[in-house]
C-alpha cells in the first residue's frame, strides 16, 4: 500500500500503535514535516496534540500556502480548534474517521496550472471553504439544518442545477431539503429518492417547497448523487441537471462540490457534536447546569430589553433515595434517562431543559407569563405521577415537588440571576416541606 498519510507526532511509537494497519510517513519535527510535505502528495496529514503546541500551527500555514495538494490536516484531539483548516477528532473516532475519509474524498488535487476549467474547479473549493464555510463557523452554526440550507445555497451559486436535495436518513425517517429553484414536484422528488434507495421510513420534506416552473421530463436530467455514512445516520446529495447541459466540465464541477460537501458535513458533524458534549448532561442527554445557567442570564438581560416574562421551573424527585437504596444505582440510573425523556416530549421545542444535578432539573419557559408558568408545572406534575415507570420486572411510580417563579422584567429591574436562582430553589423546597407531590408559585 502507498504511503497516502504523513503523521506528524512527538512519540512515533503512539503513531504506529494508532495506524498499524496503515502504511505512513512520520514526522516528529516541523523541518522533517516541511521536506516531506514538498516532496510528495498525501491524502491526509494527521497531527498530535503536543506537536501542535510545539509547532504553533505552521503546518496549517505551510500546507495552505506552499503545497500544490492541499491535503486535510486532522490534529488527534477531545479538543475543538477554532481554525477552518484544521479538522478536531478524539483519539476514540480514528477508526471512524479512516473509514469515512475514503481514498476518493482525500485523493489531492492535481491540476495543471494552464487548465482554465482545473483552476476554476480549485477556487471554487476555495470559495466554499474560506467564504462560505468559514463564515459558518464563525456565526456559530448550531445544526446540521443550517449546515444543509448553507450548502443549498452554494450549489445554487456553482451549478444553479434543476434538482438539488440534501438530507439524512436514520432509523425511522428520512429528512430532505430541496433548493428553491428545482423544477420538480415534491411526488417526483420522493419518487427519484425511492428508486435510488435514499429513504428509510417516513420521508420528510424540511423546507417550504414551491414549484415555480411547469414540471421538466425527468427522463432529461443525468443524476449525481452521494451517500455519506456517519456515526448514527446516513447524509445524502442528489444533483439532477440536463443530460443535454452536463458536459465532462460540469461533471468535473458536481463531483468536486459533492466531495467538498462530504468533507465540510464531517467537519461540522464533528462539530456540533463537540459542542453537544459541552453543553450536554452526560447521563439523560438533556441541557447541563453550565448551560441552563448562562442560558438563563441571557434571557433575564433580553427580556429586561423587551420587557417581557419569562418562567424558571426547579423539581426534584421525590423520595429518590429510596428507588437507589432499594433497585441500585442502575436503577436509579434508568428512571432519571426515563423521566428526561418523558418530560421533554410534554414542553415546547422553544423551552430548555437541563439536569441540574442529581435528581434535580430546571425548565426555562422565554416569553411566559405565569399562568403559562403554572399551568405546565402542574401538567408535568400530573403527568409524572399518573405515570408508571418500568426498570427490568420492576414498576416504579414517581412524584416531584416544582418550584415555579415568574420573572417580570422591567428596564431597571435590579436582580441578578443568583436572586433568580434562589427563589425558584426556595419555591421547590416549600413544595417538599408542604408534602411533596406539588407546585409552589412565585414571582418577582
Same mark, same amino acid.
Do not use: W
Given at each position: 500500500?502507498?504511503k497516502n498519510?504523513l503523521?506528524?507526532f512527538?512519540?512515533k511509537?503512539?503513531?504506529q500503535?494508532l ?6 510517513d512520520?514526522a516528529l ?5 516541511y521536506?516531506k510535505l514538498i516532496?510528495?502528495n ?5 497531527i498530535?496534540?503536543?506537536f501542535?503546541?510545539?509547532n504553533k500551527f ?9 503545497c500544490s ?9 477531545g479538543?475543538y480548534?477554532f481554525l ?5 477528532v478524539? *483519539?476514540?473516532? &480514528?477508526? =471512524?474517521v479512516?473509514k469515512?475519509?475514503?481514498?476518493e474524498? @482525500? +485523493?489531492?488535487?492535481k491540476?495543471?496550472?494552464s487548465?482554465?476549467?482545473q483552476?476554476?474547479v480549485?477556487?471554487m473549493? *476555495?470559495?466554499f &471553504?474560506n =467564504?462560505?464555510f468559514h463564515?459558518?463557523?464563525?456565526k456559530? @452554526? +448550531? ?9 443549498i445555497?452554494?450549489?445554487d451559486i456553482?451549478?444553479l ?11 425511522d425517517k428520512?429528512?430532505?431539503f ?5 423544477r420538480?414536484s415534491?411526488d417526483i422528488?420522493d419518487?427519484?429518492?425511492v428508486?435510488n434507495k435514499l429513504?428509510e ?5 424540511r423546507n417550504e417547497f414551491?414549484?415555480k416552473e411547469?414540471?421538466i421530463?425527468i427522463s432529461?436530467?443525468?443524476?449525481f448523487?452521494k451517500k455519506?455514512?456517519l456515526a ?7 444533483i439532477g441537471?440536463?443530460r443535454s447541459a452536463?458536459?465532462e466540465?460540469?461533471?468535473?464541477m458536481?463531483e468536486?462540490l459533492?466531495n467538498q460537501?462530504?468533507?465540510t458535513?464531517?467537519?461540522i458533524?464533528?462539530l ?11 447521563l439523560?442527554?438533556v441541557?447541563n447546569?453550565?448551560f441552563?445557567?448562562?442560558t438563563?442570564?441571557?434571557e433575564?438581560q433580553r427580556?429586561?430589553?423587551h420587557?417581557?416574562?419569562f418562567?424558571v421551573i426547579f423539581?426534584?424527585?421525590?423520595n429518590?433515595?429510596?428507588?437507589n ?5 442502575s436503577?436509579?440510573?434508568h428512571i ?7 418530560v421533554?416530549?410534554l414542553i415546547r421545542?422553544s ?9 434535580e432539573?430546571?425548565?426555562l419557559?422565554?416569553?411566559t ?7 405546565l408545572?402542574?401538567k408535568?406534575?400530573?403527568?409524572v405521577?399518573?405515570k408508571?415507570f418500568?426498570?427490568e420486572s420492576?414498576?416504579?411510580i414517581?412524584?416531584?415537588s416544582a ?5 417580570k422584567?422591567?428596564?431597571d429591574a435590579?436582580?441578578?440571576y443568583?436572586?433568580i436562582y434562589?427563589?425558584c ?5 416549600e413544595?417538599?416541606?408542604l ?5 409552589v408559585v412565585?414571582?418577582?
Amino acid at each position: 500500500m502507498n504511503k497516502n498519510f504523513l503523521l506528524c507526532f512527538h512519540d512515533k511509537k503512539y503513531l504506529q500503535s494508532l495506524f498499524k494497519d496503515f502504511s505512513c510517513d512520520y514526522a516528529l519535527d516541523k523541518y522533517e514535516a516541511y521536506s516531506k510535505l514538498i516532496a510528495k502528495n498525501y491524502n491526509a496529514v494527521f497531527i498530535s496534540e503536543k506537536f501542535l503546541y510545539n509547532n504553533k500551527f505552521c503546518i496549517s500555514i505551510f500546507v495552505k500556502e506552499i503545497c500544490s495538494s492541499k491535503p486535510p490536516l486532522i490534529v488527534i484531539s477531545g479538543n475543538y480548534y477554532f481554525l477552518p483548516d484544521l479538522i478536531s477528532v478524539p *483519539e476514540s473516532d &480514528l477508526p =471512524k474517521v479512516l473509514k469515512s475519509f475514503t481514498e476518493e474524498l @482525500l +485523493k489531492p488535487v492535481k491540476h495543471n496550472e494552464s487548465d482554465v476549467f482545473q483552476n476554476l474547479v480549485v477556487h471554487m473549493e *476555495e470559495l466554499f &471553504l474560506n =467564504k462560505y464555510f468559514h463564515e459558518m463557523i464563525l456565526k456559530g @452554526l +448550531k445544526s446540521l439544518d443550517q449546515c444543509f440550507l448553507k450548502i443549498i445555497e452554494i450549489v445554487d451559486i456553482v451549478l444553479l442545477p434543476e434538482l438539488f436535495v440534501i438530507g439524512r436518513v436514520t432509523k425511522d425517517k428520512t429528512e430532505y431539503f430541496v433548493s428553491p429553484n428545482n423544477r420538480l414536484s415534491k411526488d417526483i422528488i420522493d419518487e427519484i429518492l425511492v428508486e435510488n434507495k435514499l429513504t428509510e421510513g417516513k420521508l420528510v420534506l424540511r423546507n417550504e417547497f414551491k414549484i415555480k416552473e411547469k414540471n421538466i421530463d425527468i427522463s432529461e436530467l443525468g443524476y449525481f448523487i452521494k451517500k455519506n455514512i456517519l456515526a448514527d445516520e446516513t447524509i445524502f446529495t442528489v444533483i439532477g441537471i440536463k443530460r443535454s447541459a452536463a458536459d465532462e466540465n460540469v461533471k468535473i464541477m458536481a463531483e468536486a462540490l459533492q466531495n467538498q460537501i462530504k468533507s465540510t458535513i464531517f467537519y461540522i458533524s464533528s462539530l456540533i457534536k463537540q459542542q453537544k458534549m459541552y453543553i450536554t448532561d452526560y447521563l439523560t442527554d438533556v441541557y447541563n447546569r453550565r448551560f441552563f445557567d448562562e442560558t438563563v442570564k441571557k434571557e433575564l438581560q433580553r427580556s429586561k430589553r423587551h420587557r417581557e416574562s419569562f418562567v424558571v421551573i426547579f423539581f426534584d424527585i421525590d423520595n429518590f433515595k429510596y428507588i437507589n437504596d432499594n433497585y441500585g444505582h442502575s436503577a436509579g440510573d434508568h428512571i432519571l434517562v426515563s423521566l428526561t425523556s418523558y418530560v421533554h416530549s410534554l414542553i415546547r421545542d422553544s423551552d430548555i431543559f437541563a439536569r441540574l444535578g442529581g435528581e434535580e432539573f430546571g425548565i426555562l419557559l422565554p416569553e411566559t407569563d405565569a399562568d403559562g408558568g403554572r399551568f405546565l408545572a402542574e401538567k408535568i406534575r400530573k403527568k409524572v405521577a399518573e405515570k408508571t415507570f418500568s426498570y427490568e420486572s420492576s414498576k416504579i411510580i414517581l412524584t416531584i415537588s416544582a418550584g415555579v417563579l415568574t420573572v417580570k422584567n422591567s428596564e431597571d429591574a435590579d436582580y441578578d440571576y443568583d436572586i433568580i436562582y434562589k427563589m425558584c430553589d426556595n419555591a421547590m423546597y416549600e413544595a417538599k416541606r408542604l408534602g411533596k407531590n406539588r407546585s409552589v408559585v412565585s414571582e418577582i
